[in-house]
């Protein structure tokens, strides 16, 4: 993927897939490497924000800590 399509990716994707994505990325994922990693960050912050604690908190749950 092309860096303006991994960023579409994270501008589309809702918190759930953020996390998803974040939580089982292999190391090295390009999505997660600089500058495109901080920009995945900082939108991932901005998501949970808006979905507030109790939103991101079963979001957690539902996907689990295995894959």
């Not at 939108?43 to 539902?62: I, N």
Request: glycine share 6%; net charge positive.
């Amino acid at each position: 993927m092309t860096d303006d399509e991994i960023r579409a990716w994270i501008d589309n994707a809702s918190y759930e897939e953020l996390l998803k994505k974040w939580r089982f990325a292999l190391a090295g994922d390009p999505f997660f490497l600089r500058p495109m990693g901080d920009y995945y960050s900082r939108v991932m912050a901005r998501r949970r924000k808006e979905v507030g604690p109790e939103e991101a908190s079963s979001a957690s749950k539902r996907i689990g800590l295995e894959r």
